[in-house]
């Protein structure tokens, strides 16, 4: 039986190719990542090797580094492509960029973008990884910038607030209906009310730590401030695009900034059927998009 996996995507060069760049393609989980390693030569053909299964771990991190030492030459460059997926790819991604191992992180929409432009219709792990190694064999990525602390912490107290502000609007809800139900229980509704206030005081908290932030961080104030400056955006609006998008070192432009909140355009039309445009809703930044 063929196997898909064990073949190079195009065939094999001549012995006397050299190789001119490697890549390792990175499809990360919560438990596991799967890599595929791949290079392309002087005669711009693609070969690729199995892929292999590590754990999402420090003892997987280093496993990684071996497996790919084996098989690269050390005169020719490496990247590493991983797509930037929740927060499981942040740990590897930190664990190379402190070894000085050329990384691309890349937002869901561009990789995306490039799986509809080759003929992949099956997704599994493995193909995954073989079309993020792909991608950054064909292409010229970027070098993934780590945030600073700064902008790790604005991000983690946006989502904070966030999250507090949903339980807020849902306990409120909850308190209101059960008010006017029938014969509410005074007890009950006092245990609402102390809920809902330790949720607004905790929001306060988080309120103040992030001016205590802005405060030590000029340049961070600064960026918001800009944003803040354009009519319709308000200041939680301006730390959650600053945060998500790392200081908006993770786009380039202002459409992929649109995309990636999910606030861009779209269309269906099929024969003489339109529908009306609507901003998608489907961006990857989720905690931009719930603003």
Same mark, same amino acid.
């Given at each position: 039986?063929?196997?898909?996996?064990?073949?190079?995507?195009?065939?094999?060069?001549?012995?006397?190719?050299?190789?001119?760049?490697?890549?390792?393609?990175?499809?990360?989980?919560?438990?596991?990542?799967?890599?595929?390693?791949? %290079?392309?030569? !002087?005669?711009?053909?693609?070969?690729?090797?199995?892929?292999?299964?590590?754990?999402?771990?420090? $003892?997987?991190?280093?496993?990684?580094?071996?497996?790919?030492?084996?098989?690269?030459?050390?005169?020719?460059?490496?990247?590493?492509?991983?797509?930037?997926?929740?927060?499981?790819?942040?740990? +590897?991604?930190?664990?190379?960029?402190?070894?000085?191992?050329?990384?691309?992180?890349?937002?869901?929409? /561009?990789?995306?973008?490039?799986?509809?432009?080759?003929?992949?219709?099956?997704? !599994?792990?493995?193909?995954?990884? %073989?079309?993020?190694?792909?991608?950054?064999?064909? %292409?010229?990525?970027?070098?993934?910038?780590?945030? $600073?602390?700064?902008?790790?912490?604005?991000?983690? +107290?946006?989502?904070?607030?966030?999250?507090?502000?949903?339980?807020?609007?849902?306990?409120? !809800?909850?308190?209101? =209906?059960?008010?006017?139900?029938?014969?509410?229980?005074?007890?009950?509704?006092?245990?609402?009310?102390?809920?809902?206030?330790?949720?607004?005081?905790?929001?306060?908290?988080?309120?103040?730590?992030?001016?205590?932030?802005?405060? =030590?961080?000029?340049?961070?104030? %600064? /960026?918001?401030?800009?944003?803040?400056?354009?009519?319709?955006?308000?200041?939680?609006? =301006?730390?959650?695009?600053?945060?998500?998008?790392?200081?908006?070192?993770?786009?380039?432009?202002?459409?992929?900034?649109?995309?990636?909140?999910?606030?861009?355009?779209?269309?269906?039309?099929?024969?003489?059927?339109?529908?009306?445009?609507?901003?998608?809703?489907?961006?990857?930044?989720?905690?931009?998009?719930?603003?």
């Amino acid at each position: 039986m063929f196997n898909f996996f064990s073949h190079s995507f195009m065939p094999a060069a001549c012995p006397s190719a050299a190789p001119l760049k490697y890549v390792v393609g990175i499809d990360i989980a919560k438990d596991t990542f799967v890599a595929c390693f791949g %290079r392309i030569d !002087t005669s711009q053909r693609l070969h690729f090797q199995k892929e292999v299964t590590f754990a999402n771990s420090a $003892t997987g991190f280093a496993d990684l580094l071996v497996w790919t030492n084996k098989q690269h030459a050390p005169a020719v460059p490496l990247w590493f492509v991983v797509e930037a997926t929740g927060v499981y790819y942040e740990e +590897l991604a930190y664990f190379l960029a402190d070894r000085a191992q050329a990384l691309s992180v890349l937002l869901p929409n /561009k990789v995306k973008h490039f799986a509809q432009s080759t003929e992949q219709k099956s997704k !599994t792990d493995q193909l995954d990884a %073989r079309l993020l190694c792909r991608l950054g064999l064909e %292409r010229a990525l970027p070098t993934w910038q780590p945030p $600073t602390p700064a902008l790790r912490q604005l991000r983690a +107290l946006s989502r904070e607030r966030q999250s507090l502000i949903q339980q807020t609007t849902r306990l409120k !809800t909850q308190r209101h =209906a059960y008010q006017h139900s029938y014969q509410p229980d005074t007890r009950t509704l006092a245990r609402l009310t102390a809920r809902q206030q330790l949720l607004e005081q905790q929001v306060q908290a988080v309120d103040q730590d992030v001016a205590t932030l802005l405060k =030590a961080e000029p340049e961070l104030a %600064r /960026k918001l401030a800009q944003l803040t400056s354009i009519p319709g955006i308000g200041l939680t609006t =301006a730390i959650a695009v600053v945060a998500e998008t790392n200081g908006f070192v993770l786009v380039e432009n202002e459409r992929q900034l649109a995309s990636y909140a999910g606030l861009d355009v779209v269309q269906r039309q099929s024969g003489l059927s339109a529908g009306a445009t609507c901003i998608s809703r489907r961006g990857n930044g989720p905690s931009i998009c719930r603003l």
